[in-house]
């Protein structure tokens, strides 16, 4: 992790794979779950603890090596997810 970036990292869970996170009982709300078990993807809780939240690959690690936000990252991703509909 960037030293510029430990603050906004501070804001993710650990990181588990797909198969972990399944076994705590998250529950995809609008995709189904990646084929690849062994993904590994962090958790982020952007308005706080019990509001919306989102489990983020390596890509989003790339966005925000370009820019070290949070919310830009985010804002990226879902973006993307958008047009890709």
């Known amino acids: 992790v960037a030293p510029r970036c430990q603050k906004v990292y501070a804001r993710h869970s650990e990181w ?12 995809p709300l609008t995709r189904s779950w990646p084929a690849d078990n ?4 962090t958790l982020l809780e952007p308005d706080g603890p019990g509001r919306t939240a989102y489990l983020l690959t390596g890509n989003y690690r790339v966005i925000l090596d370009y820019n070290c936000s949070n919310f830009y990252a985010l804002s990226v991703g879902l973006l993307a997810d958008a047009v890709s509909q």
């Open 38 to 41: 062994d993904m590994l993807a």
């Open 16 to 27: 588990k794979t797909m198969a972990e996170w399944r076994a705590l009982g998250l529950v």
